[in-house]
């Protein structure tokens, strides 16, 4: 069993950033990869961005370009927010696997561990 809890959410102005953090009840090394996902009310639940134990990164559309996903200590993992809009105003979540392979972490239904989900809020 793989706990998870996120932090760092907020509510900020378009432009602003926010740094979002991810932390495991177990090592990051340990994890296929590691991903966060956003829900907008009564929207899909949207991938954001993966990072695989190799520290490689894919992004969707959404976060190209503005978003940034990390680790930092054995434990942890973030997604810098940068040039923040209105329409990325959702619920992030940070979500494992214990094994993936290189495209396979893009999927919700792949995860079977989830955060609890941090706010954000970007107004205009």
């Known amino acids: 069993q793989v706990e998870l809890v996120e932090s760092g959410g907020g509510s900020v102005q378009a432009g602003e950033s926010l740094q979002l953090s991810c932390e495991a009840s177990?090592?990051?090394?340990?994890?296929?990869?590691m991903a966060w996902f956003r829900q907008a009310p009564g929207m899909e639940r949207e991938w954001v961005a993966s990072?695989?134990?190799?520290?490689?990164t894919e992004y969707g559309d959404a976060a190209k370009g503005r978003f940034a996903i990390f680790q930092g200590n054995a434990n942890h993992t973030f997604l810098q927010l940068n040039s923040l809009e209105p329409a990325d105003s959702a619920i992030y979540y940070c979500?494992?696997?214990?094994?993936?392979?290189?495209?396979?972490?893009?999927?919700?239904?792949?995860?079977?561990?989830w955060g609890q989900g941090t706010q954000v809020t970007v107004s205009s």
């Open positions: 177990i090592y990051t090394s340990n994890t296929g990869c």
């Open positions: 990072i695989y134990t190799d520290s490689s």
């Open positions: 979500a494992a696997r214990v094994s993936a392979d290189h495209g396979s972490c893009q999927k919700q239904n792949a995860f079977p561990y």
